[in-house]
């Protein structure tokens, strides 16, 4: 399994103000656009925004790490003791969220 951070989802309920100030003020460059969804190129590691409709800052950020194969990723944290949820495909894509020791959030997808 080799695993690689490949972007941080922040949620938000105001999609417009936080891709302009990410795109505009902090100088990121889009990467992509999908509705619900903005992903910028900071580098090594991508800034994506999800829009969520709640409430701004109560929800932790969700590291997400690159697998080409989902579901034997999924497997190898399974058997060592890691509580994941299924693999979830999207149209070009496969997904699966788990989260750490303290709860927070993470997820091994096969997106670019």
């Known amino acids: 399994m080799d695993l690689h951070i490949r972007r941080i989802i922040l949620f938000t309920s105001n999609m417009e ?6 795109r ?4 990121l460059k889009v990467a992509g ?13 991508h800034l994506a925004l999800h829009d969520d ?16 194969d989902v579901a ?4 190898t944290l399974v058997r060592r003791g890691v509580k994941m949820g299924p693999v979830v495909s999207a149209t070009t894509f496969d997904m699966c969220n788990g989260k750490d ?3 927070n959030p993470f997820q ?4 670019k």
């Open 53 to 68: 409709g709640g409430k701004p800052g109560k929800r932790p950020p969700k590291i997400v790490f690159h697998a080409k």
């Open 72 to 75: 034997a990723a999924r497997g």
């Open 108 to 111: 091994v997808s096969s997106r």
């Open 101 to 103: 020791p303290d709860g």
């Open 24 to 27: 505009d003020v902090i100088g």
């Open 33 to 45: 656009r999908e509705p619900g969804w903005v992903d910028f190129d900071a580098g090594a590691c």
């Open 17 to 22: 103000a936080m891709t302009a100030f990410y």
